[in-house]
């Protein structure tokens, strides 16, 4: 095949480099406005607008599509990464006794494939914690909400006049946007009662006709809260956790994003001063406000 | 200014020959001028070493004016030693203090096996200009004259400043991956900026950049260490103008 360089020549190696880490600084910025809902809003009106936003990342089309995309230049950009340090530390055998680089290269340049395995090490505890549960073992409960509510227990006879009793009542977010009615508890009885099957950990079934009801929502915005909640042992590991891994990210692209652009052959007197100024700003602000969205949740619990 | 004498300590690379295994060994220098460059300090540490019926240090020169790019040597951590834009044969004794110890090891690349001491084969960027730097030129005795063709300024400028390159290996000395991209990207873009070039541009890059590759260099990451080395200041601008002209070459390639 002619065109066979495009795939095994160390240049075409830095195109992929460069356009599959181009591709997954666009997912950070979708994956950050989706996270800065778990601060703007608060209260039940937060849970419910970020779980409302993760099962539309879930389900819509084209942002499957999308993620299988981002999966896919992961997994490109960290092996044609590991081939090409391979080939790199190859090509200098023997090591300089005495070397000063910091004279003509930055920390950040240097270092890229050891600050990307500690963004992979970071993405695979990520994932162990939100993602695995969220697709794979569905661990997550549902968002649910218990309400008191004056039940209606009867009717005075000399007035006519409604009795309520305050019962408490589990309800469950539907995909349809109500809040159902789910599992009826009378506190002075402590008897329970279940208004609907749930079935496949999400869908609602009616208990007497078995059809679907309804879908519930994943609680996606409690696990997050819990796992940074200061009450939990373990937050204060995750948070810092958390925020050294986006130093590190910030790091690889303070320099991976204006290299990408050189890789490309974009390198113009005019525009790529402009483009080293929009990396120096992308590296500090992304990764700045993924870092404080643990430590604002932390505090605020 | 008046010259001044200084003794010096230097710890420099031996090895027989490429098979041998190598080693750093060390040397005191006394009475070294500070008018004298780098090379004849050198010399100067040789003619002891012949004085002591030692063998001297083989290392590479020529010109030693800056222009013919045999000098190399990797100096206290760096490609021609701590200034930049200049040869080794350009650096000068001022610039180390008395007493000073001096590292001198030879261009460390897969690419550039060691033949003696300080002197490294750089064989692999003939065979990288052979397979392509250059344009093809009926020289029936009607060659057309070069300068009949008008070239913008710009093009013109930008060119000579990537065929100023002295082939000298100072990148790949001081690249971290022992990539050759500043060279084979200066080589390419000398003749891409030019008309006469254009002709064989596809190939040229292509051909290039495979014997690169052949060679075994390493890889570009963009850290710039290249262009701060380079005793002539050549840009990284031609990297990318290379992988660029590398994109279109292969698209196009029939």
Known sequence: ?301 | MASKFINITLKIWRQKNSNAKGALETYSLNDVSTDSSFLEMLDQLNEQLINEKQSPITFDHDCREGICGMCSLYINGRAHGPDSGNTTCQLHMRKFKDGDTIYVEPWRSRAFPIIKDLMVDRSAFDRIQQAGGFVSVNTSGRTMDANAIPIAKADADKAFQAAACIGCGACVASCKNGSAMLFVGAKVSQYALLPQGKIEATDRVLNMVRQMDEEGFGNCTNTGACEIECPKGISIENIARMNREFLKGALTKS
Request: aromatic share 14%; hydrophobic share 45%.
């Open chain 1, 1 to 301: 095949m002619s065109n066979s360089v495009l795939f095994k020549s160390s240049i075409a190696k830095k195109y992929f480099m460069a356009l599959t880490g181009l591709f997954l600084c666009t997912f950070l910025v979708g994956h950050l406005l989706g996270n800065l809902q778990l601060i703007f809003k608060t209260g039940e009106e937060g849970r419910r607008a970020f779980n409302e936003y993760a099962y539309f990342m879930g389900h819509n089309v084209f942002i499957k599509v999308l993620s299988y995309v981002t999966y896919i230049a992961l997994i490109i950009h960290a092996v044609d990464g590991i081939m090409l340090t391979i080939q790199n530390k190859k090509a200098r055998p023997v090591k300089y006794a005495y070397n000063n680089p910091k004279a003509n290269s930055g920390t950040a340049s240097r270092n890229m494939a050891i600050l990307g395995t500690l963004i992979l090490v970071f993405l695979a505890t990520h994932m162990a914690n939100f993602w695995w549960k969220a697709k794979i073992t569905e661990e997550i409960p549902l968002h649910s909400l218990v309400k008191t509510v004056d039940y209606p227990v009867g009717q005075n006879p000399a007035t006519g006049e409604m009795i309520t009793k305050p019962i408490e009542v589990t309800h469950y977010l539907n995909t349809n946007g109500t809040y159902q009615q789910f599992k009826v508890k009378d506190p002075s009885t402590g008897q329970e009662q279940k208004l609907f099957d749930i079935k496949n950990k999400h869908e609602f079934y009616d208990i007497t006709s078995g059809v679907k009801i309804g879908e519930g929502y994943k609680d996606l915005h409690t696990v997050v809260m819990t796992f940074f909640d200061k009450n939990n042992s373990s937050a204060l590991f995750g948070v810092l956790f958390y925020v050294i891994s986006m130093i590190v990210l910030g790091y690889h692209l303070w320099h991976g994003f204006a290299s990408a652009f050189q890789s490309l052959g974009l390198n113009h007197p005019l525009y790529t001063p402009i483009i080293k100024k929009i990396g120096m700003a992308f590296s500090i602000v992304v990764p700045f406000l993924f870092a404080i969205i643990p430590v604002i949740i932390y505090m605020n619990h």
